[in-house]
């Protein structure tokens, strides 16, 4: 494989670490068996765009319920906007769930709500008034292209539409930070470029820090070498040669952490199983 990308030095933000949006230091977790994750430890910067890549199984789902609290590490301390969510009580850690938004594998959406109940479900919760619900849901929409889908059903919408409707549901309550769990998984290629340039302009747009979990390299190479062009509304290609200084990544390997670092780190790895994935 040939990338025409340059050398870059590692991005600042993360160099320094304080202040991290998300820390793990030495977490494992298994589920009865052998560790399904492995003294795990990285953090996000604000600002940053976390790419975690690995084949399937190697325990990347398992990582982002553990940020987001739906799963207690066994060792190790998980901080989530300042808060280590591994001592919260459970009613603290709702709050704090609230604060970051979660896209999940598939979409995860409820086939019995419209797209309207579905994204504005938390707000439905809270009681808030109809007319805020529906206005708030239409700025989500417009976010994702997608006004026109405000009364249908998700049986009606194709796979990239669901995802997009996962995306606006996650976007609605502005979160600190964002966690996508394969947002492109089982979506055509041209499909898959749309849910990118969505999550480039959440991140060109509102610098929304965030982790992205995905095994396809081209939608990574896809954030690292483009931005969002707010004037056109749409992503255009950086200049040859050019990166996002903000966009970094993890790789997982059967539950151990064998990459931390820049794309260029990435691309000039000497470690076999990174070289493998690459290849
Ligand atoms: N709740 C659970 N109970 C038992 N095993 C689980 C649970 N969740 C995940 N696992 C196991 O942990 C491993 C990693 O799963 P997962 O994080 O979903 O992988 P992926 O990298 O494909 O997202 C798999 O072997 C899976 O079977
Ligand atoms: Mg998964």
């Known amino acids: ?74 060792e190790g301390t998980v901080l989530l906007l300042g808060d280590d969510i591994s001592s919260l009580p459970e009613e603290r850690l709702f709050t704090l769930r609230a604060r970051a ?80 769990d394969s947002p492109t998984g089982g979506l055509d290629p041209v499909t898959s470029t749309t849910i990118i340039e969505l999550i480039v302009k959440q991140r060109d747009v509102h610098a929304t820090p965030a982790l992205l979990v995905t095994h396809r390299l081209q939608d990574a190479f896809t954030l690292c070498n483009h931005r969002f062009d707010a004037e056109q509304n749409r992503m255009v290609q950086l200049p040859e040669g050019q990166i996002n200084p903000n966009t970094t990544f993890l790789m997982l390997e059967e539950g151990r952490l064998i990459l931390d670092g820049s794309l260029h780190e990435l691309l000039h790895s000497t470690n076999s199983e990174v070289r493998e994935f690459l290849e």
């Open 1 to 74: 494989m040939s990338h025409a990308f340059p050398t870059a030095p590692q991005s600042p933000a993360r160099a320094q670490g304080a202040g991290a949006v998300v820390r793990l230091s030495g977490v494992s977790l298994g589920f009865g068996g052998p560790d399904v994750l492995s003294n795990i430890s990285f953090s996000v910067a604000p600002g940053e765009t976390r790419i975690l890549l690995g084949p399937a199984g190697v325990g990347k789902s398992v990582l982002l319920k553990l940020i987001i609290g739906l799963l207690r590490p066994q």
């Open 101 to 180: 938004g979660m896209v999940f594998q598939e979409g995860a959406l409820f086939d019995s709500l419209t797209v309207r109940d579905n994204i504005g479900y938390q707000l439905i919760q809270e009681r808030a008034p109809d007319d805020e619900i529906d206005q708030r849901v239409r700025e989500a929409l417009t976010f994702v292209g997608l006004e026109q889908t405000f009364d249908l059903y998700p049986a009606s919408l194709s796979g990239g539409m669901k995802r997009r409707v996962a995306i606006a549901r996650a976007l609605i309550h502005d979160p600190e930070l964002i966690l996508y």
